[in-house]
């Protein structure tokens, strides 16, 4: 790999660069196939150093507020689409001259804001409504938009044709680290339910939840799938993966403070769980590390936790070929995603710094933080 972790500051994440392109030329290969726009869901992954390679590939960006609208404007440049779901009366005039579509999450935001954004003469915004086709295969119900007694999305027993004229769009979001057979299944259910309504439409965007940079990952029912909805609609499509962007690209990089025995051994890492890979513990998920496996898979095994006072800061259990000794450096993978968008100072526990790695400059550390940050927060 080439990358000298130990020259890192601890911790820190990075994110290699040549893997972040590999990305996504996958995703271009997309965009060509079809016509369809991809656009990186900054609720993902906001790394804005990276914007430039971004913006080579993709279409722009898509927010969930006025700060990622804003810095989707200032540091990519390119389309800037936003859903909230509901949207903070004393920002919106401000949000307004920075995105480019806006979706409304019910037809009552609709009509609340629609005279607001007929009065802009500086250009045009499309606006559009979330639906929900009442459809998800996601089993895990924090992240199911369609869950019972979900606030997302318009169901079809609350449509309200009525209030259509002024829209341009419809845009879903069912999907959660999915492959594109559950996409397939979902637009039909979609189209069944919905599509009197897309026919009146000039584009419909399917979300995000796309894991289409997986090494499984069924790209070609995935263009199947998008030609269907542009052949019988004849309207644009657009994604917004976050995690497609960024998956496998980059690391957390963690250091080794103290080993405590409590009937297994236990390592007590300057990385946090709960401060710097938060989802370890919302999902929950086991991060892979750089050469080590499974409890009992090799012959020392340890339960690594963070550094803060949550006794629930536990990363997980790991084997490892060598016995850890203090100051051996840990190495996360795939922590570029919805890692620096959540982590948190909890206890006063430092951020990591941040880094990026590429063929001509090697390690670059772009950001490292202090007491300052720290206390600003409160």
């Given at each position: 790999m080439k990358i000298d972790f130990y020259a890192l500051p601890s911790p820190c994440y990075i994110v290699d660069e040549r893997l972040l392109r590999q990305n996504l030329e996958i995703l271009d290969s997309v965009q060509q196939r079809t016509g369809c726009k991809i656009l990186l869901a900054l609720k993902g992954f906001s790394m804005y150093s990276i914007f430039p390679i971004v913006a080579q590939y993709l279409k722009g960006i898509s927010a969930s507020s006025l700060f990622e609208a804003k810095l989707g404007y200032e540091e990519m440049g390119k389309e800037v689409h936003v859903y909230a779901p509901a949207y903070i009366e004393e920002d919106f005039e401000e949000l307004l001259g920075?995105?480019?579509?806006?979706?409304?999450?019910s037809f009552d935001q609709w009509n609340k804001y629609k005279e607001k954004i007929k009065s802009i003469n500086y250009k045009k915004i499309e606006c559009g409504i979330r639906i929900n086709p009442e459809y998800s295969e996601i089993q895990t119900p924090i992240y199911n938009p369609c869950y019972r007694h979900s606030r997302l999305g318009v169901t079809l027993s609350n449509f309200q044709p009525e209030y259509l004229e002024g829209l341009d769009g419809l845009h879903f979001h069912t999907l959660c680290e999915?492959?594109?057979?559950?996409?397939?299944?979902?637009?039909?259910?979609?189209?069944?339910?919905?599509?009197?309504?897309?026919?009146?439409?000039?584009?419909?965007?399917l979300g995000g939840g796309h894991h289409i940079t997986r090494p499984d990952y069924d790209i070609e029912t995935l263009v199947r799938t998008i030609n269907f909805l542009k052949n019988k609609y004849?309207?644009?499509?657009?994604?917004?993966?976050?995690?497609?962007?960024?998956?496998?690209?980059?690391?957390?990089?963690?250091?080794?403070?103290?080993?405590?025995?409590?009937?297994m051994k236990i390592a007590v890492l300057d990385a946090s769980a709960a401060c710097h890979m938060p989802d370890v513990l919302e999902m929950p998920y086991r991060p892979e590390i750089?050469?080590?496996?499974?409890?009992g898979e090799?012959?020392?095994?340890?339960?690594l936790?963070?550094?803060?006072?949550?006794?629930?800061?536990?990363?997980?259990?790991?084997?490892?070929?060598?016995?850890?000794?203090?100051?051996?450096?840990?190495?996360?993978?795939?922590?570029?995603?919805?890692?620096?968008?959540?982590?948190?100072?909890?206890?006063?526990?430092?951020?990591?710094s941040i880094a990026t790695f590429t063929e001509k400059e090697g390690i670059k550390v772009l950001k490292s933080f202090a007491y300052g940050d720290y206390k600003s927060r409160l």
């Open positions: 920075y995105c480019d579509h806006i979706v409304f999450n999915q492959n594109s057979d559950t996409l397939e299944r979902t637009v039909k259910v979609v189209d069944e339910k919905f599509g009197e309504y897309i026919r009146k439409m000039k584009w419909l965007n004849s309207i644009d499509i657009y994604l917004e993966p976050g995690e497609a962007i960024a998956l496998n690209t980059g690391y957390l990089v963690a250091t080794v403070l103290d080993i405590v025995d409590n009937d750089i050469a080590a496996g499974k409890p090799y012959p020392y095994t340890y339960r936790g963070g550094n803060t006072c949550l006794a629930g800061d536990i990363i997980g259990d790991y084997s490892f070929k060598e016995p850890l000794k203090n100051g051996d450096k840990l190495v996360f993978c795939d922590m570029a995603h919805y890692t620096m968008v959540k982590n948190n100072t909890f206890n006063g526990v430092n951020l990591p």
